[in-house]
C-alpha cells in the first residue's frame, strides 16, 4: 500500500503566499510523477500542476507565474509554491502520486485526503 499525505492548507489574504507540501510513502519501487489538483464547491476537480520524476513540469493556465511545483525523488515528495493568491484559487488541493510497486508492476495513482486554501479578498 501507498499513502499520500498533504499538508500545508490554510486561510490566506489575496495576493498572499502558500505552500503545501505532499509525501508518498509505503511500497514505492519507483516514482513516475506527482501532481496538485484542486476542486472548488460545485465545480469539477482539476488539474493545478504536474511533475515527472524527470523534472517535466506542467501547469494549468490560471497559475501560470503564480504557482511553482518541484520534487524531491528522494523522499517521493512534491511541493506547490503559490503566491499572489487570489480568491478563485480557493479550493481543496489534492495530491497524486504515481508509483510502482515492483520492478514488474504497472503504473498505479494514489491519493491523498487533501488540504483546504482558503483565500480572503
Known amino acids: 500500500q501507498v499513502q499520500v499525505v498533504e499538508s500545508g492548507g490554510g486561510l490566506v489574504q489575496a495576493g498572499g503566499s502558500l505552500r503545501l507540501s505532499c509525501t508518498a510513502s509505503?511500497?514505492?519501487?519507483?516514482?513516475?510523477?506527482m501532481g496538485w489538483y484542486r476542486q472548488a464547491p460545485g465545480n469539477q476537480r482539476e488539474l493545478v500542476a504536474g511533475i515527472t520524476s524527470g523534472g517535466i513540469t506542467n501547469y494549468a493556465d490560471s497559475v501560470k507565474g503564480r504557482f511553482t511545483i518541484s520534487i524531491d525523488n528522494a523522499a517521493n515528495a512534491v511541493f506547490l509554491q503559490m503566491k499572489d493568491l487570489k480568491p478563485e484559487d480557493t479550493a481543496v488541493y489534492s495530491c497524486a502520486a504515481v508509483v510502482a510497486g515492483g520492478p514488474s508492476q504497472g503504473w498505479l495513482d494514489y491519493w491523498g485526503r487533501g488540504t483546504q486554501v482558503t483565500v480572503s479578498p
Open positions: 509505503g511500497n514505492i519501487y519507483r516514482l513516475n510523477a
